[in-house]
């Protein structure tokens, strides 16, 4: 009860606190370390205060702005390598995202190492990077910086012997890892793999062996199984694709495709279209070895096993690596390691205790529906690709309603298919197949689940996988049920500035243009609730989803105000003619989002994202702003105090 008095009390005290002054809670600071023979490396040390983070070099496609270093190009030096960091990454899972990112919190050094052919040089660039913490996020900054590298070991305000923050728990990777083991699970019951599990019993129960001799072929053969598996990941983690690509391997539209592609190969090959299947000539050379018995033998036993399954566990493992890549660089070995790991027990438990053979359920028809259920998630899967290419180049093809279309389809097929499969099994006699009939059920109560999508519902479960919702263009009149933009006697059709840039969720009309949506208010009478908010904010994400869809929230945004939202972190970039100069510090502004992050600091003496204002028609605060609160009740209240303040004017 205390903590959540002293968190209500904090959300009611920050906004005085955050109008104050600007946020950025990052201090930066530069220098080089001498490494010999003209190698040096450049030092970036952020110093970040207690409560606030910024986020990794990498981030998952749909995150929030990574921390990013650009180097101006020089002849007279050369970059070796890519930036790293002195301490790794936490990983967090973030609800609003629906994703794990990795942070930084309190001090960490960057470096990036450097060859020179000349004794001094000056290096330049510049320093991306967006810091938030529980209540607001700072809209993306850069830093640019010149360091003078040379003529000593350590220059500039960075040592070498600066202390080391302490390593925290990677929980995001954890959950990999679970995931991963899973997969392998479920591998074993594949129709390739499940039938050998007797096979491998008789291979070790039989005649000429002692106990000791066969429990300890069992478990060779259940590490060489892991090993087996593990080699694909240690390989990507070696090469360094994991961590060296995963920016690009998020946004860019050729991996991306490359990977929808994968994945719907995969399912069809689990719908059984065709089989994925390793030469023959590499299992029967690998068969031929199983007879030695022994050590050796166990070992070419995995083998053989690995590769005839391969029909089956080629597509589980293929989405596992093609999801591997896109992360760190531990997460395709532990993942590989998982995997083999859970595919691996089965067979060793039952090599040793071949007794428990007779407690498994005999192979046959079910095998072929647990194939088929994986096809159809994989073919559910492929479409985030598809997604991210979409939003990403703002290509406007797939939109929500469309993602949900095609979702529908597939869980009503897999329905459709699962109560015909039940049917079959009874049919021939089975009275079993209650796990059949609950994945029947699941398949179409998740159709109908989404299906409410198609008339409003946010689909919180689920709205990390899916395009955000789009809405008309204008601000609706009551009375003629089209869009239209009135201003003194005209009434105009039209969309507002930017509408094809931006919406907003739940069927919410508005502007993303200060100007207009001010010019709009004074015409109908109503306040003002700005909206200053990002991309990349994740607290704006948690906003919307846990306020905002709120029917008594959403009723007063409809009827009472006229909303502007203001992206101070869009990179689209603007005519000559609408570029401003900066009266906070004096630089041309260019694009959307500097613009409005200049209205939001000049007007409100803030960058606080999300940041709410309820204002009149000069965009003057009818009450306190707003910053992140999650409490609807109060939402509420503070809402209603705008309206009766404006009421009074």
Same mark, same amino acid.
């Given at each position: ?6 968190y ?10 955050v109008?104050?002054q ?8 530069f220098?080089f ?11 970036l ?20 702005v ?26 967090? /899972?973030?609800?609003a ?15 990036q ?21 529980n ?7 850069? %830093? ?25 728990g ?8 679970i ?22 019993v008789?291979?070790?129960a ?25 080699s ?10 994991g961590?060296?690509?995963a ?6 539209w ?9 994945f ?10 065709f ?5 023959s000539?590499?299992s029967?050379?690998t068969?031929?070895?199983v ?6 033998g ?34 395709p070995? %532990?993942g ?12 060793t438990?039952?090599a ?18 647990v ?9 559910v ?11 990403? /180049? ?12 095609i ?21 021939a ?9 609950i ?7 998740i159709?109908v ?6 008339f ?6 689920v ?11 204008a ?11 009135t ?14 840039l931006?919406?907003l969720?739940y069927?919410?009309?508005g ?25 990349a ?11 905002w ?27 000559e ?54 409490d609807v009740d ?6 209603d ?5 404006f009421?009074?004017?």
């Amino acid at each position: 009860m205390f903590r959540k008095i002293a968190y209500i009390w904090l959300l009611l005290l920050l906004p005085v606190v955050v109008s104050a002054q600007i946020y950025d809670p990052v201090i930066w600071s530069f220098g080089f370390e001498s490494k010999g023979a003209n190698q040096y490396e450049i030092i970036l040390k952020a110093s970040i205060e207690d409560g606030s983070h910024i986020y990794g070099m990498e981030v998952p496609d749909g995150g929030p702005v990574p921390t990013t270093f650009r180097f101006v190009e020089d002849s007279r030096f050369s970059l070796e390598g890519e930036v790293f960091s002195n301490i790794p990454a936490e990983e967090k /899972y973030d609800d609003a995202f629906g994703l794990s990112i990795k942070t930084f919190e309190g001090n960490v050094e960057f470096r990036q190492l450097v060859r020179s052919s000349s004794p001094s040089f000056t290096l330049s660039g510049t320093i991306e990077y967006m810091a938030c913490n529980n209540i607001s996020c700072s809209p993306p900054k850069e %830093v640019d910086f010149d360091i003078p590298v040379g003529g000593g070991d350590v220059a500039g305000n960075v040592t070498a012997e600066d202390d080391n923050v302490p390593v925290t728990g990677n929980r995001g990777l954890f959950g990999f890892i679970i995931a991963s083991f899973l997969l392998g699970l479920i591998g074993v019951l594949t129709p390739c793999v499940y039938p050998m599990i007797p096979l491998t019993v008789a291979f070790f129960a039989r005649a000429g062996e002692g106990k000791k001799s066969s429990f300890l072929n069992a478990l060779i053969f259940g590490i060489s199984i892991v090993i087996i598996y593990s080699s694909p990941g240690l390989i990507i983690s070696l090469t360094g694709a994991g961590a060296g690509f995963a920016n690009a391997l998020s946004t860019h539209w050729i991996p991306n495709l490359i990977f929808f592609l994968l994945f719907v190969i995969f399912a069809v090959s689990f719908l059984g279209a065709f089989e994925l299947t390793l030469p023959s000539r590499w299992s029967n050379a690998t068969d031929s070895k199983v007879d030695k018995g022994g050590i050796i033998g166990s070992f070419f036993m995995a083998l053989t096993t690995v590769i005839v399954s391969f029909s089956c566990t080629g597509p589980i493992v293929g989405g596992l690596l093609v999801e591997a890549v896109r992360g760190d660089v531990l997460r395709p070995t %532990v993942g590989m390691f998982a995997f083999g790991l859970a595919f691996s027990i089965p067979f060793t438990l039952f090599a040793i205790s071949p007794r428990l053979l007779s407690s498994l359920p005999k192979s046959g028809y079910w095998l072929k529906v647990v194939k088929t259920v994986i096809g159809f998630l994989m073919l559910v899967f492929s479409m985030k690709f598809l997604m991210v290419i979409d939003s990403v /180049y703002s290509l406007g093809l797939l939109s929500r309603e469309v993602y949900l279309v095609i979702w529908i389809i597939l869980f009503i097929t897999l329905g459709f298919y699962l109560f015909r499969s039940l049917a079959q099994m009874r049919g021939a006699g089975n009275k079993k197949g209650s796990g059949v009939f609950i994945l029947a059920l699941a398949s179409v109560g998740i159709a109908v689940y989404l299906t409410t999508g198609l008339f409003g519902s946010p689909l919180k479960a689920v709205s990390a996988l899916l395009p955000s919702p789009k809405t008309k263009n204008a601000v609706e009149e009551q009375s003629g049920g089209f869009s239209v933009l009135t201003f003194g006697n005209n009434v105009e059709s039209q969309a507002p500035k930017y509408g094809d840039l931006f919406s907003l969720p739940y069927g919410l009309s508005g502007f993303f243009d200060y100007d207009e949506g001010m010019a709009y208010a004074r015409n109908v009478n109503k306040p003002v609730l700005l909206d200053f908010k990002g991309h990349a904010c994740a607290n704006c994400k948690r906003m919307e989803a846990k306020v905002w869809s709120d029917p008594e929230v959403l009723r007063r945004l409809k009827d009472n105000f006229v909303i502007i939202a203001l992206y101070v972190d869009d990179r689209t970039q603007l005519s000559e003619s609408e570029w401003i100069v900066s009266t906070v510090d004096g630089k041309v502004k260019k694009t959307i989002g500097k613009i409005n992050e200049e209205i939001e600091i000049s007007k409100y003496n803030t960058n606080a994202l999300p940041y709410y204002v309820i204002a009149d028609h000069t965009g003057q605060p009818l009450t306190t702003p707003s910053v992140t609160n999650l409490d609807v009740d109060s939402y509420i209240r503070w809402l209603d105090e705008g309206i009766s303040a404006f009421s009074k004017q």
